[in-house]
């Protein structure tokens, strides 16, 4: 049996990793352990920067009405998702791979050219930036990812005996910190579950937490990276493609 990929990203991105992580053939199941609220703020005026910084299309997703004011305003984004969800707002796309940014937010803001006032809209937990020479940045957080209970079905995956392992991907520190709460408050032991993490920061937190098969850091802080690494994991753990875990979990 094929382990299972657990993905527990907020909505969009979980769709995306969930579909990514289908094509690539994996046995993927996504899970929201957090809510996605709006939180006020002050939109600047137009023409007191030169572009936004955008990290998640959940800025754009619950930016709120203040967004309309910065239809046309250049837009520097990470990752095909947030590109979207720029676009759709009305955004023009700035910056290298025709503004799609596959690092890490900072690998975006080093290669900003010609646009040295930017706003970055993100959430309430966010990854320090430090801006390149010559270029400032303004912050303003729109909106906030509150963490849930984790829900029955992924307890219930968790549970199965029967699998030997289980790949779990971690895209942020609070995804981290959180899960383990929540096993902790469950009772759930991790000592079967391979935590794949975006980065050092995050791999840190696991390791400080301990009680993991093993945790594994992306080569680059990518969706893609993350699910390339997974997808070594399953076939290192089976030595082959393997089927599905039965139970009708799938897309939950």
């Known amino acids: 049996m094929n382990p299972p990929i657990v993905i527990l990203r907020p909505e969009p991105g979980a769709s995306a990793s969930l579909q990514a992580a289908m094509t690539l053939g994996l046995d993927a199941y996504a899970f929201a352990l957090f809510t996605t ?15 936004l910084l955008l990290g998640s299309a959940n800025a754009l997703r619950h930016g709120g009405a203040g967004l309309a004011a910065y239809a046309g305003k250049p837009a520097y984004c990470v990752g095909d998702v947030t590109t979207q969800a720029a676009v759709s707002h009305g955004l023009t796309i700035a910056g290298p791979i025709a503004g799609r940014g596959h690092g890490g937010l900072q690998d975006v803001l080093d290669k900003v050219s010609g646009h040295p006032r930017l706003l970055r809209l993100s959430g309430e937990e966010r990854v320090a930036l430090s801006p390149p020479p010559g270029v400032t940045v303004e912050e303003r957080v ?16 968790l549970s199965v005996a029967a699998l030997p392992a289980i790949v779990v991907l971690l895209h942020s520190g609070a995804a981290a910190r959180h899960f383990i709460a929540e096993c902790a408050r469950l009772d759930l032991s991790r000592a079967r579950i391979f935590a794949v993490t975006i980065g050092p920061r995050v791999t840190q937190i696991c390791d400080e937490a301990g009680g993991w098969r093993d945790v594994l850091t992306a080569s680059e802080p990518s969706d893609a990276a993350m699910l390339a690494l997974a997808r070594q994991t399953c076939h290192t753990e089976t030595g082959l493609g393997g089927t599905g875990l039965d139970g009708g979990l799938a897309g939950q």
Do not use: K, N, Q
Not at 146 to 154: G, R, T, V
């Open 37 to 51: 609220v709006e939180r006020a703020w002050d939109a600047p005026a137009p023409d007191t920067f030169d572009a």
């Open 142 to 157: 729109v909106y906030a990812s509150l963490p849930a209970p984790m829900p029955a079905e992924l307890a219930r995956l």
